[in-house]
């Protein structure tokens, strides 16, 4: 598949963190493809390229910046790379995230761990829309949608740090979309399943015995592909979701209504 350099988001700029690999990677392709500029922001660097170098190579236009979600200066001078080379910004999607290194009940829950996942995975989500919104304002609206989980909905035992984390990324989406509904800025959330992605490489341990673990939760009895979460994407980003403000559309196999 080539760049529709006439497409849907044509004449568009996406600023997508978590670039280098899986989701980000998936989603920064699929807006190239539909004729956006795609910002791929992330700390592996290589990954980033990389995911340069396969939108470049259908045709699209896609730069890569080094930016660490919990540096607020990294992500005011990546966004302003933004502006400075394709002259806008129109969509961000906040998807950088890590999961948990090891499970743990609450009470023996490791206090730096927990700081680690909250400062990545929500005030990192808080840190980019603060410096996203305002550039998205200049253009007279636009959409941004945080990446969340299906542990942003129910709890997951032995991962208190990620579910309460989680939870408040779609907290956190519900109040910004509130404050800029009328302004023309749609903020929604993603709520991936069991994706199959490098950190679900991690997560099962890169064995069949886990990866049979994880497929046995979906109801569908597979783990979902990068590029279902970035068609999900891609249409809270559009037109055909103009009437969304403030949603968390969960994706994930029918694994959270069990």
């Not at 910004?89 to 761990?113: S, V």
């Not at 069949?208 to 068609?231: F, L, N, Q, T, Y």
């Not at 980003?237 to 994930?252: E, K, L, N, T």
Request: glycine share 12%; net charge negative.
């Amino acid at each position: 598949m080539t760049t529709n350099k006439n497409g849907a988001y044509a004449g568009k700029v996406a600023f997508i963190t978590g670039g280098a690999n899986g989701i980000g990677r998936a989603t920064a392709i699929a807006f190239a493809r539909l004729g956006a500029r795609v910002v791929v922001a992330d700390v592996f660097e290589d990954g980033n390229h990389e995911t340069v170098r396969l939108i470049e190579a259908e045709g699209g236009q896609a730069l890569a910046v080094r930016c660490d979600v919990t540096r607020a200066e990294e992500v005011k001078v990546a966004l302003e790379k933004t502006v400075e080379v394709f002259g806008r910004l129109d969509f961000a999607f906040n998807n950088a995230g890590i999961e948990p290194k090891k499970p743990a009940p609450t009470a023996d829950y490791d206090e730096e761990e927990w700081d680690r996942i909250f400062d990545i995975n929500l005030r990192g989500v808080f840190v980019c829309m603060k410096h996203e919104i305002p550039l998205i304002l200049k253009q007279g609206g636009g959409a941004i949608v945080n990446t969340s989980s299906g542990a942003g909905v129910i709890g997951i035992k032995g991962s208190p740090a990620y579910t309460a984390a989680k939870h408040g990324v779609i907290g956190l989406t519900k109040a910004a979309a509130l404050d800029y509904a009328a302004q023309n800025i749609r903020i929604n959330a993603v709520c991936p399943g069991y994706i199959e992605t490098p950190m679900m490489e991690r997560f099962t341990g890169g064995t069949p015995e886990g990866r049979a673990k994880v497929i046995a939760e979906e109801p569908v009895g597979r783990m979902g592909k990068p590029e279902e979460i970035a068609a999900a994407v891609l249409w809270l980003c559009s037109d055909g979701a103009a009437f969304m403000i403030g949603h968390a559309m969960v994706v994930d196999g029918g694994q959270t209504i069990q």
